[in-house]
């Protein structure tokens, strides 16, 4: 009997957690329209064990879960000012731990000489463990570790091994997803910079 009226209580709860997630869903259409329950300013409230109602797990894809700054998605190129940072020292490719990373040097076309840029730059991201070794080691700051995570593809080769163009991205990207990284490096630039011109 006693077990009987905690099984009870138990259903009674999830029952209760069940209307409340529609009178929730309504709710938030009244408060922000729709799509107000999925914005990320709300999902701190939606989340959270006192103020919830209803479900209280994330709505995936409709809702997402913001990343963390240090979060490792996949390794991307740093493209500044037209140019990418990269120099092709090759350092990166050594320290891979799966060997995924693949890059062919430029060279002058006249003289021959290697120039400091990459002419080719693969990573096959299906080998990828997202160690941010890369990024670790890489002593220009060229190549950072990405928020892509959503990677399901049909076609490994097409899809899978990035080419230098797919691999390449803004530095307002980089800026963007590493506020706090981006703004020790921009001041690490400027003392630098300042060093310099006191010389
Ligand atoms: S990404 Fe960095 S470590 Fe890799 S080749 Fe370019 S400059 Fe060197
Ligand atoms: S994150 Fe790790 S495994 Fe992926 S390319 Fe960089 S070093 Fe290699």
Do not use: N
């Not at 006693?2 to 408060?31: P, Q």
């Not at 894809?61 to 240090?70: H, M, N, Y």
């Not at 892509?148 to 307002?172: N, Q, T």
Request: charged share 30%; glycine share 6%; with cysteine.
């Amino acid at each position: 009997m006693y077990a009987s009226l905690h099984l009870v209580k138990s259903l009674g709860i999830t029952f209760r957690r069940f209307v409340e997630t529609y009178v929730d869903d309504l709710r938030w259409f009244f408060k922000g329209g729709f799509g107000a329950r999925y914005r990320p300013d709300t999902l701190p409230i939606r989340q959270s064990p006192t103020k919830s109602r209803g479900i209280f797990t994330v709505q995936y894809p409709a809702e997402r879960l913001p990343l963390p700054e240090r979060f490792r998605g996949f390794p991307f190129l740093i493209e500044e000012e037209g140019k990418l940072r990269c120099t092709a020292c090759g350092t990166c490719a050594r320290v891979c731990p799966p060997q995924c990373i693949w890059i062919v040097r430029a060279s002058d076309p006249e003289t021959g000489k290697p120039l400091r840029e990459p002419a080719e730059f693969y990573i096959d991201i299906s080998i990828c463990m997202q160690c941010g070794f890369c990024a670790e080691f890489c002593p220009f700051d060229a190549i950072k570790m990405g928020h892509e995570i959503e990677i399901a593809a049909f076609d490994r080769e097409k899809d899978l091994l990035l080419d230098l163009e797919r691999l390449r991205k803004p530095l307002s990207y980089h800026a963007q997803i590493h506020p706090t990284e981006y703004a020790a490096e921009q001041e690490k630039k400027q003392a630098r910079a300042a060093a310099r011109a006191r010389k």
